[in-house]
């Protein structure tokens, strides 16, 4: 290293990061004086290191510290976004630091920002419930708030990615009613998504008739304890969890994590709620038959006559089409086709 990349920190090779760190107290976007009799901010210090660098060596990431703050630029952009880690956040958003250790790390995401984000939601959602419970402290009701949650997060994402067939379909029909009235709506609103079309009530009012039914066994279970709502869970579920936030946004792998942690774990682990990695379900299905079919694949794909592939390939398609798969996880029984 040359010039006034001696001066650099900490730098990781492997990982391409590049730190530059500060004291506590001093701001992170206050400009300092260096050599060169130059102002500037620790970022821009930073910088000018990077620009030192042999190309193959540039940092893909540049992090400032102060042992209060973390900041985080994404270098890879052409205006590198900063992204702001408080340093009393770092257990519910150490993954925004992944790439540390992590090579495959490719971007930032916004994925993974607004998964913290629905963490977050969750947390509060949990709390403000917690607080109406009877008996807070009974397993049963602690097993039941964490199947409420898990229920109300399935009904926004639901709503948000298009699975009940229009935007805001959740939120307007919760919004229609008052406070008061909000937990019988709930519990209409439960029963009525575990009953195929066939079995409603004919006389249900439209609202609620235009929910699809959900198939898993999700929303089986009619003796869940739902407690009363109050005007700070109104505003928590209705604007905050659904108008100011997009839940299709979200990453199941990271948000998985966040959202298991968020919940109570006694009753996680009796109720059989534990997020899987992706890592680790293709620990079991890769061996099991997803390296078999990804090596039939390219077996087709390597066919040289075009009318055998296509043939060859809309077999396959129908062939995958068909497979059924089951998975058990107490208390819910899940199967599904692959459309």
Known sequence: MNGNTKRIDAYLPETHVLIEQKSRGKRLDQKIHNSGDIELTPYEQAKRYNDNLPYDEKARWIITS??????????????????????????????????LVRQDIKKL????????????????????????????????????????????????????????????MFHDYMAAFETPHMRSALKDLFRVLD???????????PSLADFP????????????????????????????????????????TIFGAIFESTLNPETRRSGGMHYTS??????VIDPLF??????????????????TRNQKLADFQ????????????????????VA
């Not at 984000?117 to 402290?137: C, H, M, S, T």
């Not at 992706?278 to 620990?283: A, D, R, S, T």
Request: with cysteine; glycine share 4%.
């Open 66 to 99: 102060n042992f209060e703050e973390i900041w985080i630029y994404d270098m890879n952009l052409r205006i590198p976004e900063l992204v702001k880690i408080l340093l009393m956040e770092l257990p519910s958003k150490y993954p925004l630091l992944s790439f």
């Open 109 to 168: 995401s916004r994925e993974m920002e607004v998964s913290i984000q629905a963490g977050d939601i969750v947390g509060l959602l949990y709390d403000a419930f917690l607080k109406q419970y009877k008996n807070p402290e009974r397993e049963e009701t602690l097993k039941s708030l964490n199947v409420l949650c898990v229920r109300l997060v399935f009904c926004l994402y639901a709503e948000d990615a298009g699975i009940f067939g229009r935007r805001a």
């Open 195 to 205: 009953e195929t079309p066939e079995k409603r009530d004919p006389y249900l009012i």
């Open 213 to 252: 039914y959900v198939n898993g066994g999700l929303f089986v279970d009619e003796t869940i304890e739902i407690p009363m709502f109050t005007d700070e869970i109104r505003e928590l579920l209705l604007v905050k969890a659904s108008e100011n936030f997009n839940w299709s946004e979200i990453s199941p």
């Open 278 to 283: 992706i890592e680790n379900i293709h620990k």
């Open 290 to 307: 997803l390296d078999d079919f990804r090596e039939e694949l390219e077996e087709i794909k390597a066919i040289s006559v075009v009318k």
């Open 318 to 337: 129908s062939k995958l089409a068909a497979l059924e798969f089951l998975e058990i996880k107490t208390p819910y029984l899940i199967q599904f086709k």
